[in-house]
Every structure is written in C-alpha cells, then in structure tokens.
C-alpha cells in the first residue's frame, strides 16, 4: 500500500504527529538562524575586501585621521567594526602627535576588547545550530521507538501474530527515524562550516590590528611620535635637564 507523506502524518497518532511537528520546527529555527548568519558574513567579507586596501593606503599616507574616518563608514565589516571602535576610543591621543608607549598600549588593549566582543557576536545562533544537529536524530529516534512499540501493541491486541499486520506501522514509525537526520545532517555542516568561517574571520582581524599596532610602533621612530616618548626616555635618563634635540 503506497501512501504519501500527508496521508501517513494524518494517520499517525498524536504523539508521532507531535514528533513531526518539533522536527520541521527545529529545522526552520536552525535554517533561518544559519541563512540570516551565513547573509551577515557576506556582506562583512565583501565590505572588508573594499575596506582593507584603503585603510591600508592611508596607512602607507600616514593619514591616521582618515582612516580612522573610513573605518566608521564600513558598518558590517568585521574589521572596520574592530579597528573603528578600538581607535575611535584613543583618536585624541593618536592625533595630537605625542604617541606613547602607553598610548599604544590603549590601542591594544582596545582592540582585543572590540574583537573579544565581535567574535561572541559572529558566535550567536552557534548554539542553536548545534543543538538541533546533535539532538534531530535522537526526537527521530524517539519517535520511531514509539510508533514500534504501538505497532506491537495493535497486533498483540488484536492477537494476530502476521507480519503483515505491523509492517506499515513499522514502516511509518521510521519515518521519523528519516526525517531526524535529514533536519540534523543540514545542520551539522552549517555549523561546522560557520566554525571554519568564524576561525578565518577571527585571523582576519588579528592579522590587521597587529599591522596597526605595529605601524604605531613604528611612528614612534619616526616625525608621527618620537618627540613625547624620546623627550620621556631623556628626562629620565638625565633627570629632567637637558632637552632632546630635534
């Protein structure tokens, strides 16, 4: 007897339709949770890919201003987020031309602080991904337990001991088994793909805020920031009384 899938989830007893029913939502909720996550993440690739070669020319221009500016006008890149915040905090330090090494210091520690808060934002919906994919075949599971356990019971009701009499409910009764892999196995590979997505993301970030933090380092050398610090170094070193020449 052939019968489709409406048929059979009319047949069914509550509790098999109530299985169904938990699946297709656990399904739906780690769809549209992987879908809205998998949207963000384009969206902050494709900003980043035009963000970093300006900021990177700015950079090179020594135009800290401007690319500071540029960072706030990406607001979905995940960069532009991490490095716009964390300079955004110390900018008046950074632009009065006095960098320190305390100075540099804020920057870094800013940073991780904006990238600690980005990542746990990358990270949000993780959780449900990995719920439905480790728990859809264990509700399936359940449900086919269940629907077995009631095709024995109808038949040793009704004292029949045929095969036949529990081969469809049987047959019905895995469907659920069915159904929770084929909502877990979906699940799974978004999951496990986001992981590798959010890894690659996360060396994004620290490969450019240590580029930052290294070009402020090197300013310290140079015009950008040498005065205050060399003038520190000096006044410590000869105890306040000769002036660093220029």
């Known amino acids: 007897m052939e019968m489709n899938l409406a048929e059979i989830f009319q047949e ?12 297709l939502s ?23 890919k035009k963000f970093a070669p300006e900021f990177d020319q700015f950079l090179k221009e020594d135009k800290l201003s401007e690319a500071i500016d540029l960072a706030d006008q990406y607001k979905k890149s995940h960069v532009a987020k991490v490095l716009g915040a964390a300079l ?26 904006e990238m600690l808060q980005e990542i746990v934002e990358m990270k949000r ?16 599971l359940l449900g086919t337990v269940v629907g077995i356990i009631n095709a024995f ?57 240590k580029y930052v933090i290294d070009y402020l380092i090197r300013t310290m050398s140079g015009e950008f920031g040498r005065s205050r610090f060399t003038r520190e170094f000096s006044t410590k070193a000869t105890g306040g009384s000769a002036p660093i020449s220029q």
Not at 26 to 48: D, H, I, P, Q, Y
Not at 93 to 108: F, K, M, R
Not at 129 to 136: E, H, L, Q
Request: no cysteine; aromatic share 8%; hydrophobic share 50%.
């Open 88 to 113: 955004g905090e110390v900018k008046p330090l950074l632009l009065d031309g006095t960098v320190t090494v305390s100075d540099i210091n804020s920057v870094e520690r800013a940073v991780e602080r």
């Open 153 to 209: 019971s109808k038949m040793g009701a009704s004292g029949s001991s045929g095969i036949n009499e529990i081969i469809v409910p049987i047959a019905e009764a895995l469907i659920a088994t069915g159904l929770g892999l084929g909502v877990a196995i979906p699940a799974v590979w978004f999951y496990n793909y986001f992981q590798t997505k959010i890894e690659n993301l996360t060396a994004e970030m620290t490969h450019i805020s």
């Open 12 to 23: 069914s007893p509550l509790f098999a339709k109530g299985i169904w029913v938990l699946m």
């Open 26 to 48: 656990m399904s739906f909720w780690s769809l549209t949770v992987a879908v809205g996550k998998w949207n963000a993440m384009r969206k902050a690739a494709a900003e980043t």
């Open 125 to 140: 919906g993780l959780a449900v991904i990995a719920t439905v994919g480790s728990t859809a075949p264990f509700v399936g």
